[in-house]
């Protein structure tokens, strides 16, 4: 069996449970919302900034990783924006949401505790988690400048800085990893014991967020029809998603890490990183613009359904390169 099938699954069951949970409803109807609050705002910036603080700033600036990650996305956010514009050209909102579909990996939620797991007390692995998390904000943040502006009638370049701006400065994860990063650079050591409230809040962060990622699926799905979840046209589109998602992403960012020679352990974790299914926080950006809620909700759980086959595979060649 390959050795990611046991994470995996831990992972998946946490997140069945807060599906279950959610469907019976064991907890109040706003436990998802406030679960993921905390692991927004104070659980996942906790354990990013202690975990980069503690770490040399020489293996937090890891510039081949940082271009070849970075690039993947953009090549294929930019591929999704091209054919979805050239099929529908007035459709701006739409192409952006889809290409972020196709981008945004679960690299903060699933990718931490996956890496966890799967690399055990390296340090690394948790650093190279929280460098994918950051340069995914920053695609998230240009995709919703894309959605905003598309959904205004007047749009100017100072105001697509100004939305920018916003979604970076008042982002959790942007300011614990620059915090982390700046006390690495500065070798700054925080007191022992407020690197023990962190490591402590900060390992809440995992079991939380995946509980969490399934509370809130469960209730995307609760008011969906048969119809709209079996359309063929629907199908077509999250299965060609999920396809640029798990396997065109991580290929391309296989091909650029190889290139910008990072060695293989680091290699293999941004591979990996690459390959995770779409954010749940994807779907919640459709819901609140109403743009492509259904699709995302049921594509982002018909990708994590599909990690357990696409994960196992790449990552026995990943092996078998090494």
């Given at each position: 069996m390959s050795s990611i099938l046991t994470p995996l699954i831990a992972?998946?069951?946490i997140m069945l449970l807060g599906g279950i949970v959610q469907k019976l409803r064991f907890l109040p109807?706003?436990?998802?919302?406030?679960?993921?609050?905390?692991?927004?705002?104070?659980?996942?910036?906790?354990?990013?900034?202690?975990?980069?603080?503690e770490t040399r700033i020489e293996d937090i600036i890891q510039w081949g990783f940082i271009g070849g990650f970075s690039l993947a996305m953009i090549i294929t956010y930019a591929l999704v924006i091209a054919v979805s514009l050239w099929r529908k050209p007035k459709q701006q909102a739409i192409a952006a949401m889809r290409a972020l579909n196709a981008t945004f990996g679960n690299t903060a939620f699933i990718g931490i505790p996956l890496l966890s797991l799967l690399f055990p007390g390296n340090k690394i692995a948790l650093v190279a988690a929280a460098i994918a998390s950051l340069l995914s904000v920053f695609m998230f943040a240009f995709a919703l400048v894309s959605i905003e502006l598309a959904s205004r009638d007047k749009q100017s370049a100072d105001h697509a800085i100004v939305i920018m701006a916003n979604a970076l400065y008042k982002n959790p994860i942007v300011l614990g990893s620059m915090i982390g990063i700046s006390l690495s650079a500065l070798h700054i050591t925080l007191p022992e014991s407020l690197s023990l409230v962190l490591h402590q809040i900060g390992s809440t962060s995992s079991p939380c967020a995946l509980f969490a990622i399934g509370m809130v699926l469960a209730k995307a799905f609760q008011h969906q029809s048969l119809a709209k979840l079996f359309s063929l046209s629907l199908i077509a589109e999250i299965s060609l998603i999920n396809l640029l998602k798990l396997i065109i992403q991580p290929f391309i960012a296989f091909g650029l890490l190889k290139l910008f020679s990072v060695e293989h352990e680091l290699l293999t974790m941004g591979?990996?990183?690459?390959?995770?299914?779409?954010?749940?926080?994807?779907?919640?950006?459709?819901?609140?613009?109403?743009?492509?809620?259904?699709?995302?909700?049921?594509?982002?759980?018909?990708?994590?359904?599909?990690?357990?086959?696409?994960?196992?595979?790449?990552?026995?060649l990943l092996k078998s390169y090494g």
């Amino acid at each position: 069996m390959s050795s990611i099938l046991t994470p995996l699954i831990a992972v998946f069951i946490i997140m069945l449970l807060g599906g279950i949970v959610q469907k019976l409803r064991f907890l109040p109807a706003d436990t998802n919302l406030i679960l993921n609050q905390f692991v927004y705002y104070i659980a996942f910036p906790a354990i990013l900034l202690i975990v980069l603080a503690e770490t040399r700033i020489e293996d937090i600036i890891q510039w081949g990783f940082i271009g070849g990650f970075s690039l993947a996305m953009i090549i294929t956010y930019a591929l999704v924006i091209a054919v979805s514009l050239w099929r529908k050209p007035k459709q701006q909102a739409i192409a952006a949401m889809r290409a972020l579909n196709a981008t945004f990996g679960n690299t903060a939620f699933i990718g931490i505790p996956l890496l966890s797991l799967l690399f055990p007390g390296n340090k690394i692995a948790l650093v190279a988690a929280a460098i994918a998390s950051l340069l995914s904000v920053f695609m998230f943040a240009f995709a919703l400048v894309s959605i905003e502006l598309a959904s205004r009638d007047k749009q100017s370049a100072d105001h697509a800085i100004v939305i920018m701006a916003n979604a970076l400065y008042k982002n959790p994860i942007v300011l614990g990893s620059m915090i982390g990063i700046s006390l690495s650079a500065l070798h700054i050591t925080l007191p022992e014991s407020l690197s023990l409230v962190l490591h402590q809040i900060g390992s809440t962060s995992s079991p939380c967020a995946l509980f969490a990622i399934g509370m809130v699926l469960a209730k995307a799905f609760q008011h969906q029809s048969l119809a709209k979840l079996f359309s063929l046209s629907l199908i077509a589109e999250i299965s060609l998603i999920n396809l640029l998602k798990l396997i065109i992403q991580p290929f391309i960012a296989f091909g650029l890490l190889k290139l910008f020679s990072v060695e293989h352990e680091l290699l293999t974790m941004g591979v990996l990183l690459a390959a995770l299914p779409t954010a749940a926080s994807v779907y919640l950006l459709a819901e609140r613009y109403q743009i492509n809620a259904n699709s995302s909700a049921q594509g982002i759980l018909y990708g994590t359904l599909m990690t357990f086959v696409s994960l196992p595979i790449i990552e026995t060649l990943l092996k078998s390169y090494g």
